[in-house]
T-cell receptor, first 111, second 113 residues
Framework: QKEVEQNSGPLSVPEGAIASLNCTYSDRGSQSFFWYRQYSGKSPELIMSIYSNGDKEDGRFTAQLNKASQYVSLLIRDSQPSDSATYLCAVDFAGTYKYIFGTGTRLKVLA | KAGVTQTPRYLIKTRGQQVTLSCSPISGHRSVSWYQQTPGQGLQFLFEYFSETQRNKGNFPGRFSGRQFSNSRSEMNVSTLELGDSALYLC????????????FGPGTRLTVL
C-alpha cells in the first residue's frame, strides 16, 4: 500500500462546479496535511494546510480532514479554468519529519 | 518578502559528471528540504537540513548529498551522474523542521545526456 494515494485523474468538471479531490494516507500517526497546486512546468504552490479533524476554509477552497478514516480532501467551489492543474496531497509522517507526496490528481475545468 | 530562489534553473550534464545545485530559502526560514520530481515517480524526498545539520534523509543513494550554511542557504550535490538522474530538483523552505508549511522554489531542471 502506498503511503499517500490520490486518483491520478484527469478529473473534469464544468466551470462553476465544485471540484472534489481526495487523498488517503497510511500512517495513523500523521499530524500535518497539505494541499499543493502545480501548473504544468511550474513548481508546487501551497494552497492549504490542515492539522485538525474537520473543515478549514480559505476563499473558494475547503480542506477536510478525517483522521479516523485517514483521508483528507480538497473542495474547490466555483471552479475556474485557471484552476486546471495537478493537485498534490502531502502528509508529514509523525516522528519522521518527512513529507510524503501523493502522485497528484490532474484537474481540468471546462469552460 | 522574497521567495525561495534556486540556481541554476537549467543544467545539461553528461553521465559521470557531478553537479551542484543551490537554494536560498525565504528570509527567516531555517529548514531547507530537497526533492526530486520525475514523471514516473512524482515528488520524492531527498533530505532536509536544519541549523546546518541533516535532520532527515530519503531513500536515495549516497551519490546524492547536501549541506547547509550558517545563513540557511543550502547546496545539493550529485556525483557520478546517471541518465536516471534527469529530473526537476526542487528546494522547499520552512520556518522550522517538521510539520510546517513548505514553500517551493522554481526548481532546477537537470538533464543528463
Amino acid at each position: 500500500q502506498k503511503e499517500v494515494e490520490q486518483n491520478s485523474g484527469p478529473l473534469s468538471v464544468p466551470e462553476g462546479a465544485i471540484a472534489s479531490l481526495n487523498c488517503t494516507y497510511s500512517d495513523r500517526g500523521s499530524q500535518s496535511f497539505f494541499w499543493y497546486r502545480q501548473y504544468s512546468g511550474k513548481s508546487p504552490e501551497l494552497i492549504m494546510s490542515i492539522y485538525s479533524n474537520g473543515d478549514k476554509e480559505d476563499g473558494r477552497f475547503t480542506a477536510q480532514l478525517n483522521k479516523a478514516s485517514q483521508y483528507v480532501s480538497l473542495l474547490i467551489r466555483d471552479s475556474q479554468p485557471s484552476d486546471s492543474a495537478t493537485y498534490l496531497c502531502a502528509v508529514d509522517f509523525a516522528g519522521t519529519y518527512k513529507y510524503i507526496f501523493g502522485t497528484g490528481t490532474r484537474l481540468k475545468v471546462l469552460a | 518578502k522574497a521567495g525561495v530562489t534556486q540556481t541554476p534553473r537549467y543544467l545539461i550534464k553528461t553521465r559521470g559528471q557531478q553537479v551542484t545545485l543551490s537554494c536560498s530559502p525565504i528570509s527567516g526560514h531555517r529548514s531547507v528540504s530537497w526533492y526530486q520530481q520525475t514523471p514516473g515517480q512524482g515528488l520524492q524526498f531527498l533530505f532536509e537540513y536544519f541549523s546546518e545539520t541533516q535532520r532527515n534523509k530519503g531513500n536515495f543513494p549516497g551519490r546524492f548529498s547536501g549541506r547547509q550554511f550558517s545563513n540557511s542557504r543550502s547546496e545539493m550535490n550529485v556525483s557520478t551522474l546517471e541518465l536516471g538522474d534527469s529530473a526537476l530538483y526542487l528546494c522547499a523552505s520552512s520556518l522550522v523542521i517538521g510539520g510546517n508549511e513548505q514553500f517551493f522554489g522554481p526548481g532546477t531542471r537537470l538533464t543528463v545526456l
